[in-house]
């Protein structure tokens, strides 16, 4: 079965940086592009960053444009978020997907920003 594996949350100061990783199994990994979306409290899920299966097209949204960098590594079996000059705003958790709307969600990973 599918499994998506979400890990490098915590907590950090309004301009510092984090490495979110998750690993996939249970399918063609390389066969996917794959998506980072978040949830804040009271809101939505709402879409973060996607890659293509090779990793040569990449497409954000626009609250995280020119800060956020997504990247996969189809040897692991696993796809980054470098998260840089993080906002208060940023906070939620968040969570890889096979894209577009595959319906597998990982546990998900908590990032807070905060002072």
């Known amino acids: 079965q599918v499994q998506l594996v979400e890990s490098g949350g915590g907590l950090v100061q309004p301009g510092g940086s984090l490495r979110l990783s998750c690993v996939a199994s249970g399918y063609s990994f390389f066969s996917y592009a794959m998506a980072w979306f978040r949830q804040a409290p009271g809101e939505e899920r709402g879409f973060v960053a996607a890659i293509n299966w090779s990793g040569d097209s990449t497409n954000y949204g626009d609250s995280v444009k020119g800060r956020f960098i997504i990247s996969r590594d189809n040897a692991k079996n696993t796809v980054y978020l470098q998260m840089n000059s993080l906002k208060p705003e940023d906070t939620a958790i968040y969570y890889c997907?096979?894209?577009?709307?595959?319906?597998?969600w990982g546990q998900g990973t908590q990032v807070t920003v905060s002072s």
């Open positions: 997907t096979p894209y577009p709307a595959s319906g597998y």
